[in-house]
């Protein structure tokens, strides 16, 4: 493939994620996967863009102000599918790849998936093996749109936040990924979100939530500024199921390190 070489533009400028919620986000995730697929991949326009994107949730990933990268997520009964992850040629190199699937991933689990499904292009299997996807399928690597594609699979830990069919109505009802502050359909809470995260704290403390829940999610502030929450951080390793091999319990570790702060990418 045509990697054309890293421009400095944007280069050190502030990694952040967002969902897109407006049109013009959108056709920000049509100009990164234009450059990205259609001039970077020569892929023809109808294949690229095949009636799937206002059945899906896309992720874009900033450099500064500037739209660098995009990922789509498309949702299925029991799995989620993650596809057109793209970085713009000049803004290769980032943690934008890396951050975009985390994100995806997570938000996945809090929805209640536990399972992540893609084609990995050929010679991208270890990029995502990063997030413990294994290949599956009997086919082994397969071909559409000139390319060999591999299936591969990421098992997701169960989210004891996930959202489901008997949460706080208001909760279902928030801008995607925002589940975690009060969204413009509900009033105000009585007591400040910093109260809020410090009694959840509590009550972890306290033992009062289920055992299982050695791995609760505390709310995090996302680098984009939304609070989104996040599936905890193993307190040790017997936090990790047993049955899972050693790659994928290395894998679900990896899931879970604690975001790199704005400052650090900024540098
Ligand atoms: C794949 C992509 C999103 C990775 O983003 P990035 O910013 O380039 O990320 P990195 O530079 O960290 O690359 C990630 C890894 O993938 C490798 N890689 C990137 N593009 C590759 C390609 N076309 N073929 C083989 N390996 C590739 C890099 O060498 C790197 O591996 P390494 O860390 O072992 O050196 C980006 O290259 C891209 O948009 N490519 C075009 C679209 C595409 O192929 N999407 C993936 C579909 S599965």
């Keep these: 493939m045509n990697r054309r070489p890293r421009q400095s533009r944007l ?30 991949q020569d892929c023809p326009f109808d294949e690229e863009f095949d009636g799937n994107d206002f059945c899906a949730m896309h992720l874009i990933g900033w450099l500064g102000d500037e739209p660098a990268a995009c990922l789509r997520v498309r949702f299925f009964s029991d799995f989620v599918k993650l596809e057109r992850l793209a970085v713009r040629p000049d803004c290769r190199g980032s ?45 082994g690597a397969f071909e ?13 830990p169960a989210h004891n936040e996930a959202i489901r069919i008997g949460a706080d109505p208001l909760v279902i009802i928030r801008p995607e990924g925002e589940w975690d502050k009060p969204g413009i359909l509900e009033p105000k ?55 899972w091999t050693a790659d994928l319990q290395a894998a679900w570790r990896a899931f879970f390190e604690p975001q790199p702060s704005a400052q650090q990418h900024a540098a």
Excluded: C, N
């Excluded at 952040?16 to 013009?24: E, H, N, Q, S």
């Excluded at 975009?100 to 992540?116: C, E, I, N």
């Excluded at 559409?144 to 997701?156: A, D, I, K, N």
């Excluded at 704290?201 to 500024?225: I, N, R, Y």
């Design 11 to 40: 280069v050190g400028k502030q990694e952040r994620i967002t969902i897109v919620r407006t049109l013009d986000d959108y056709s920000r995730v049509v100009a990164v996967r234009a450059i990205a697929y259609i001039d970077g």
């Design 95 to 139: 943690t934008l790849a890396f951050r975009l699937v985390r994100h995806a991933l997570r938000l996945s689990a809090r929805k209640g998936y536990r399972y992540a499904y893609g084609h990995a292009q050929s010679g991208l299997e270890d990029f995502w093996s990063r997030f413990g996807a294994r290949p599956i399928g009997e086919l």
């Design 144 to 156: 559409f749109s000139g390319r060999r594609y591999t299936e591969m699979m990421v098992e997701l």
């Design 189 to 243: 809470p009585a007591t400040e979100p910093v109260e809020a995260a410090e009694s959840a704290t509590e009550l972890v403390m306290s033992g009062d939530l289920a055992p299982e829940a050695a791995t609760l999610a505390t709310p995090e502030s996302q680098p984009d500024g939304t609070s989104t929450a996040e599936i905890a951080t193993p307190a040790d390793d017997a936090a990790v199921p047993e049955r």
